[in-house]
């Protein structure tokens, strides 16, 4: 796989094995910044990879090191995310400087590069996240429009559940317990549930419990105890 190697300063000694793959937006207004930004000492921020709109992988930090891609967040039990895992960076201007879809050269080239990452480490599905998924209360990226669907066809991410077994009958307070064992902080959990929706319901996040959530994490959690999933 062609790449760019553009060596960033900013990333320091693993503590922890890899089991996470992280996907975010850049949230800045084109790819050259994105990439000056992430290799600045000043910044303090850097990811392993930043994948442009072109399919241009380009490699900052080798993935033996720890970037500081995630920031504070929370996964599975897990809190230095950055020692437990390796981070995409995908070019997109995100819903700061006016979100658009990912183009198809783009996402190609990440679902390669997924493969890869998720190959060479066993990364399971179910640790093939989005920023927003560690970091609910303030992050919001990759987006609703990050094709997950693509990913998970490769075999790199969750698919998407099917509806089939209907609404269980949980309080609110059951649907929260629930999303904290499939790996999310709930500490803000209005927060936690929209992360959940732009995850696994992108067409409706409105951040409110209802049937369909409750059957979208009914069927992940069983799909996880019959072992279809890790």
Known sequence: MDMIWTPSPNYDDRTLPVSILVLHYTGMQDAASAISWLANPEAKVSAHYVVTEDGQIVQMVKEDQRAWHAGRGYWRGITDVNSASIGIEIVNPGHEWGYVPFPEEQMDAVTRLAHDIVKRHAIVPSNVIGHSDLAPARKQDPG???DWERLARHGIALKKPSLKLGDPPWTDG???LALERFGYDITDQTAAVV????????KNIDGVIDGECRSLLLSLMLDRERGITK
Do not use: S, V
């Not at 992360?195 to 992108?202: H, V």
């Open 174 to 176: 059951g649907f929260m």
């Open 195 to 202: 992360a959940f929706q732009r995850r696994f319901r992108p």
């Open 144 to 146: 609703e429009l990050f």
